[in-house]
């Protein structure tokens, strides 16, 4: 099994549909392995987003991603990083296809709905960024 990590933002948290997102996850074939309701800080969110520090939407992330509570979510299944992205759809909420995540839940490219690792290797990182090893039960 592949590991992988999502992040319910605060837009779909703040909209109530935590739990629909979590059950389109798990009807998707994914096992939760830890679930946490967050509210990261400034420092938090710089730190998870650094790779994009330099692109010009950087600062805007950062601010909608401590607007609110936000859903760190550890998952797996097979091939759970490329089936992540799929049931999540386009990262711009307005060309996701029919039935996806950010097609049901986002309203645009920034309030998406979702965030989901894009890589195993990323997945790796970003899921110690927000559990320790205790805390994921598969």
Known sequence: MEETLSIIKPDAVRAGNTGRIIAHLEDAGFEVQAIRRLRLSQAQAEAFYA?????????DLVAFMTSGPAVAIALARENAVTHLRDTMGATDSTQAAPGTIRNLYGSNIQNNAIHGSDSPENAAIERTFFFAGCDLVG
Do not use: I, L, M, S
């Open 51 to 59: 790779v994009h520090r330099e692109r010009p939407f950087f600062a």
